[in-house]
């Protein structure tokens, strides 16, 4: 496992006056959305002077622009994760109108475990959004033993750098579009190829039926990344959420995937999607 970028503290001033209470996923998405307690959020971090918010700025996207494309953010144990969370999303430019319900929503909770959906097998977020979110971000709803419950992050350079020796399928992969909304008849279909250039897509429950529709190189190219994946042979990042840790990823960067637990492991995240749109 490789060493994540050095984790970034968050302005001390954010936590110096009053913050909102603020403990669930509804709580985030309330605040995110609405009056006065988004004030409240805006109102703690504004209060960084220029220089402070600068800093802070540049330390987190140094990270995000690195080979790692993730950042951890560390900030007082004693405040909850939610409050943190609320705090970095403002400070992002999470508008209210950003904060929605659509496919998946933007707020929504995580809950570890077998056989838990696809969360433990490597994918990106948001594949049949018109475009996928730009930054996952990840909050402990629960205490975690932060060394044994990582969130495994995956640079796609890394995975397309082992996909060169076939450069038919290479090329099918970035350019080949598939549908993304087979699972939600009710929207317009989207199409878009699994290692597009700008937004790559990649979950396996969506992209193995459609198998039969693929052109050969295409097929042969998904082939060569599910044996890539299964091999677990890449080098990987495994940043952690926990008391006093946030996590964030460039999902257009990334693939990413839950470590492998139980369900009554106590491993639940708060996730908030950053950028991006939903449906038309």
Request: aromatic share 6%; net charge negative; glycine share 6%.
């Amino acid at each position: 496992m490789l060493t994540s970028p050095a984790a970034v503290p968050m302005p001390e001033v954010w936590f110096d006056g009053g913050l909102p209470e603020l403990h669930s996923v509804r709580d985030v998405a309330r605040a995110l959305r609405s009056e006065p307690d988004r004030q409240e959020v805006v109102r703690a971090v504004v209060r960084a002077d220029e220089g402070t918010a600068r800093k802070f700025h540049d330390q987190v996207f140094a990270a995000l622009d690195s080979v790692a494309a993730h950042v951890e953010i560390s900030f007082p144990v004693e405040v909850p994760s939610p409050v943190a969370c609320t705090l970095f999303a403002v400070w992002l430019g999470v508008a209210a109108e950003m904060v929605h319900d659509d496919v998946g929503g933007s707020v929504s909770h995580v809950i570890s475990g077998v056989g838990h959906r696809h969360d433990q097998a490597w994918h990106t977020d948001s594949t049949p959004w018109l475009l996928p979110n730009r930054y996952t971000l990840l909050g402990s709803l629960k205490g975690q033993d932060a060394t044994t419950m990582p969130t495994g992050v995956l640079p796609l350079r890394f995975l397309q750098d082992a996909l060169m020796f076939d450069q038919e399928a290479l090329a099918a992969l970035r350019g080949e579009a598939l549908p993304w909304r087979v699972n939600f008849p009710d929207l317009p279909q989207l199409w878009s190829a699994i290692l597009d250039p700008v937004v790559p897509r990649w979950v396996l429950p969506a992209v193995e039926p459609l198998v039969d529709r693929m052109s050969s190189a295409l097929a042969r190219g998904v082939e060569h990344i599910q044996a890539v994946l299964a091999a677990d042979e890449l080098e990987w990042y495994g940043p952690a959420t926990s008391d006093g840790r946030l996590v964030m990823f460039d999902n257009h960067r990334v693939l990413h995937r839950g470590p492998s637990l139980e369900r009554d492991c106590g491993r639940e995240l708060l996730r908030v999607k950053v950028g991006g749109k939903a449906v038309v």
